[in-house]
């Protein structure tokens, strides 16, 4: 804790990258855990998480989100998630990125976000490419966009390319940061997980928070435990 403080006291350029583990506590369930009842051990992501199974059974893949964007909207952000808004304003240059498609970041009040793998809030007409902001859960599934054309979760399927440009900005802000912090993400998707190995390559600090140890563990800073008890700590410890 006091080497993670020491770093975060003296940097000026902080990259987090954040996963399912941050909203854990905001009663949002993981995708890997060890416990074994982990949102994948539960559904087959094959059937529910890939441009073919969205032809296949456009209605069955579309309950599914319905479901989590109900449990999405429904959710509160919590302390961790608080504490990394504050940062945004604490730190002359922050870049938050992030797994999580739930929005609580944003909720929270973050603004200076990537978000590698989409947004449930956002969904996207096949025929145009165009994204929209849709809050309201659907009544009726698929929706239909007003020119007619189907509509779809605004998320990154496994075999699909990130959206353009989000992983160059998030390893060029890693490049440039005094220090990476790793929040609630089991390292186990790439090209996300790639920005650990990258900072470790170029001797920047990696402070990482989780209940559980990654791949990486060996090479970073590691504060075991929840990280909506260990940021607001961190938190306190940079305050006082
Ligand atoms: P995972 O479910 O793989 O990992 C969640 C991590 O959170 C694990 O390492 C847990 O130990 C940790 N954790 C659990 N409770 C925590 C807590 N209270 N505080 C902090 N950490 C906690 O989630 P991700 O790494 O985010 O992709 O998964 C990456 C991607 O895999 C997701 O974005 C998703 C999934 O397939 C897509 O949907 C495209």
């Given at each position: ?6 770093y ?22 993981t ?16 059937e ?9 059974d456009p ?18 952000p ?6 990394l ?7 002359p ?9 739930d ?15 989409g ?11 165009r ?19 189907m ?10 390319a ?13 490049k ?9 993400t ?28 990654s791949?990486?563990?060996?090479h ?21």
């Amino acid at each position: 804790m006091e080497e993670a403080v020491q770093y975060l006291r003296s940097a000026r350029r902080v990259v987090l990258l954040t996963g399912a583990g941050i909203s854990k506590e905001s009663g949002l369930d993981t995708f890997r855990d060890s416990e074994g009842d982990g949102i994948w051990s539960r559904y087959n992501p094959m059937e529910l998480a890939t441009p073919q199974a969205f032809n296949k059974d456009p209605e069955l893949v579309w309950k599914w989100y319905n479901w989590r964007r109900e449990k999405a909207f429904k959710a509160m952000p919590n302390a961790g998630h608080e504490v990394l808004a504050e940062w945004e304003n604490q730190y002359p240059e922050f870049l938050l990125v992030t797994q999580n498609v739930d929005g609580l970041h944003q909720r929270a009040g973050s603004r200076k976000i990537v978000c590698l793998h989409g947004n449930l809030l956002e969904v996207r007409c096949l025929e145009t490419d165009r994204v929209l902001n849709r809050l309201d859960s659907f009544k009726t599934v698929p929706p239909f966009c007003h020119c007619g054309s189907m509509l779809r979760p605004h998320i990154v399927w496994f075999g699909e390319a990130l959206y353009p440009g989000t992983m160059e900005t998030a390893i060029n802000a890693v490049k440039n940061a005094d220090i990476l912090v790793v929040v609630g993400t089991s390292l186990a998707v790439y090209p996300a997980a790639s920005m650990v190995p990258y900072a470790i390559n170029e001797e920047i600090p990696v402070i990482e928070i989780n209940p559980e140890k990654s791949d990486f563990s060996n090479h970073t800073i590691f504060l075991k435990g929840e990280s909506g008890t260990i940021l607001p700590n961190l938190q306190k410890a940079l305050s006082d």
